[in-house]
């Protein structure tokens, strides 16, 4: 099992920047693939980036490619979206995810009740 712990959300200008940060607990971590998806109000939670247990391959939806970097750091147990040129259209609640031995592509596309591990999100919001 593991915990996750997101931070770093908060108030923003469109055009600038954020990191969020994902906290893990566990001591598998690195065997963890670790994904971002975001709910925004009204509508469905979506997938935004993954990156695979090995660190080797990420994934981003369409949406946030050329913008946002998803990266791991195994020793400190955390990975990390930086968000930069944000958009009004980014304003949503922020999730970290985890699933043992998964692929970065996978993330994406693999129903959401079938990634065991989630945090309880943090808030980003773009202001025009």
């Excluded at 200008?13 to 009204?42: D, I």
């Excluded at 994406?108 to 065991?116: E, K, L, Q, T």
Aim: glycine content about 12%; hydrophobic content about 40%; charged content about 15%.
């Amino acid at each position: 099992q593991v915990q996750l712990v997101e931070s770093g959300g908060g108030l923003v200008q469109a055009g600038g920047s954020l990191r969020l940060s994902c906290a893990a607990s566990g001591r598998t971590f690195s065997s963890y693939a670790m994904g971002w998806f975001r709910q925004a109000l009204g509508k469905e939670r979506e997938f935004v980036a993954a990156i695979s247990w090995t660190g080797g391959s990420a994934d981003y939806a369409d949406s946030v490619k050329g913008r946002f970097t998803i990266s791991r750091d195994n020793a400190k147990n955390t990975v990390y979206l930086q968000m930069n040129s944000l958009k009004p259209e980014d304003t949503a609640v922020y999730y970290c995810a985890a699933k043992v031995r998964g692929t970065a592509q996978a993330m994406g596309v693999i129903p959401h009740n079938a990634i065991p591990h989630w945090g309880k999100g943090t808030l980003v919001s773009v202001s025009s």
